[in-house]
């Protein structure tokens, strides 16, 4: 069997001598290789019998490149290529140089719309594209019924706009569309969008939307499950309405003029929180019981203090608690309050400046004594140059906090472990008080 000419994607009947627009044998990445051939031509005729439609689910399963290369050589596949189920159209993918907006536009014009259920278009090493692309784009995937949609726009100067537009998804795609992921443009949803009943997943990145249109759009979207908000620099109130009942995740992370996280949704389990601290209100609170919070600014932070001053207002039942600070200025302090619930504890002390000489790493135990049930313990430090006080030039008068019995605590791990004073206070206040203590592991770091 020799192989064919690639053929041509478009409507017309494959003919000996057309060139697909993937597939230049010029230099292309799609082009057929002597190597591709050699292996094609044997796959080829042991699947050529097949019955089609156990050709398009074997094509359905390859990865994109791959599936493309044998679209060019065969007939059948050829077919199943036009009703390929998954398009992952970015640059790393495509393997493409050049115009990478003609070629996506020429293989979305080129699909069939019959079988689309995955479309993903990353542009943001392109120039500005032309809003017409993009809405022709939309409309091919809504008509193709599509259930997930992830589309970034290209990078611009902040003062310009890449407008996503609203209006090509109102043709009934708000039926099918179960996860939506978009970044780097001006997102503007109206009440005109509709009722979003098969949502489960919505992502926002480096999106400019005002605080009612979101909110807007959330009360259309009762479906959802997981919720993520970040770099939005428009929101400045984060409402999530009570409607939504299946919610699980919400992560909101580096939305520079946040000031309020208002959240109503009664089921919410996992929480992730990046930036700036805000106020943050939980109507249902209880069932809170994931929590990550990292400060990426250098700094007086803070964030270790705000989860143990703040953190159980808005989770008092949380059982895993990950904190990541870049430079805590004020020592944690002794409460009356408890974790009754948190079993996993991790707090990272890293940053680009050394954690402030003020700062009592001993005061971290307010943490293992606030938390009965805690099972596992890690601490991450940097220290590049050692300010605090060392234990190696003063070993005399270690100080010893009143007996704590932390009979739950199990593993311990300590990274960036050095010779600061309170440091080593710190550890020894845990194997002096954690009777059930199975691991204790103290390391440098390196990084």
Partial sequence: MQMQDPPPLTGETPDRGSIAPICNPKGSPWQQDDDFQSDCVEAIRSLGDLPEDICRRIHARMPLRDAARLACVSHKFWRSWRCYPKLDLRQETLGLNGDLISKVDSILKNHSGVGLKELNIELSSCDKVDSCYISSWLRIAVTAGIEELSFFLPHIPEEEENYFPCSPLLNGSENSIRYLDIGICAFRPTAGLGHWSSLTRLYLSNVRVADDELEGLL??????????????????????????????????????????????????????????????????????????????????????????????????????????????????PMLPSKFLCLKYLHISLIGDEAISPAYDYLSLASFLEASPCLETFILEVRQPYMKHDSVVEDSSHLRWLPQQRHNSLKSVTIVGFCSAKSLVELTCHIVENAASLERLTLDQYFK
């Fill in 219 to 332: 009360y259309s979207s009762d479906a959802l499950e997981h919720l993520g908000v970040l770099n939005c620099p428009e929101i400045v109130c984060l409402k999530i309405p009570c409607l939504l009942q299946r919610l699980r995740l919400l992560t909101v992370s580096l939305c520079r003029n946040l000031q309020v996280i208002d959240c109503n949704a009664p089921n919410i389990s996992i929480f992730h929180f990046s930036g700036s601290l805000v106020s943050i209100f939980f109507e249902s609170a209880l069932q809170v019981k994931n929590v990550e919070m990292d400060c990426l600014e250098s700094g007086q932070s803070n964030i270790v203090l705000h989860a143990r001053t703040k953190l159980l207002s808005y989770a008092p039942n949380v059982e895993t608690l990950a904190i990541s600070s870049p430079n805590e200025m004020i020592s944690t």
